[in-house]
């Protein structure tokens, strides 16, 4: 079966710091990507996805993710993260062979003013 | 466009009681999902359903049943409520293939 590791679950920076939370997934062949974000409170919201194409794809708020094939994953970045990204990341995959998402554990993001 | 919502927002349930959690969609979605979430466990995926009259399991289906009746609602079912039911469930809907996913707000489920 298909699973989405997250490997950090809580981390903490200061505003204008850089941002990179890891994702890897276990299917080897086709997969579609995904990062959503949960601000406080709030229900989930799509980041940013990956179906095809260009493997440094660009999401709103101005984050981006590299889609690395060899490695099988879908790294969060983001240059310099301010206040207001204090949220939880979630990375999720479908793989193509049925019509699950499967999501990962989740890395809670506190941002320090 | 309301998108996705659901009803209860909030719920206490005695453990055995059984209750129906709604989730409605307008935007003509075929797909449609349930998933729980439980802190440090991420979003684990209940049932969903391919289009209007048709379910299949997720990873935790146990103590849940699921019915899309109507193309636009998804019933998520708890016969006999326990404990290890209290969580968050969430509701999600995409086109057909899309995998692009639109949450409802949420239903926090308690049961005591």
């Known amino acids: 079966a298909q699973s989405v590791s997250q490997h950090n679950h809580h981390v903490i920076l200061s505003e204008a710091a850089s941002l990179e939370l890891g994702c890897n997934y276990s299917?080897?062949?086709?997969?579609?990507l995904f990062w959503y974000v949960q601000y406080p409170g709030q229900h989930l919201q799509l980041l940013l996805k990956?179906?095809?194409?260009?493997?440094l794809v660009k999401g709103i708020k101005g984050f981006e993710a590299e889609f690395i094939k060899s490695k099988f994953s879908f790294n969060l970045r983001k240059p310099s993260v301010q206040w207001s990204d204090t949220a939880e990341y979630f990375c999720?995959?479908?793989?193509?062979?049925?019509?699950?998402?499967?999501f990962g554990k989740g890395t809670r993001l506190h941002i320090l003013p | 466009n309301a998108g996705v919502t659901q009803t209860p927002k909030f719920r206490v349930l005695k453990t055995g009681q059984s209750m129906t959690l709604l989730c409605a969609q307008d935007?003509?979605?075929?797909?449609m999902y349930w998933y729980r979430q439980d802190p440090g466990m991420g979003l684990r995926l209940i049932h969903y359903?391919?289009?209007?009259?048709?379910?299949a399991k997720g990873e935790v289906p146990d103590g849940y049943n699921v019915s899309r009746l109507k193309k636009q609602n998804f019933l998520l079912g708890l016969e006999s409520a326990a404990p290890s039911q209290t969580s968050v469930y969430f509701c999600?809907?995409?086109?057909?293939?899309?995998?692009?996913?639109?949450f409802g707000p949420g239903t926090r489920l308690t049961v005591t």
């Open positions: 999720a995959v479908n793989d193509g062979r049925d019509d699950k998402i499967i």
């Open positions: 299917y080897g062949g086709t997969v579609n």
């Open positions: 990956y179906f095809s194409g260009d493997p």
């Open positions: 935007m003509n979605h075929e797909y």
């Open positions: 359903s391919v289009g209007e009259g048709t379910t």
């Open positions: 999600a809907s995409n086109r057909v293939r899309a995998y692009e996913q639109y």
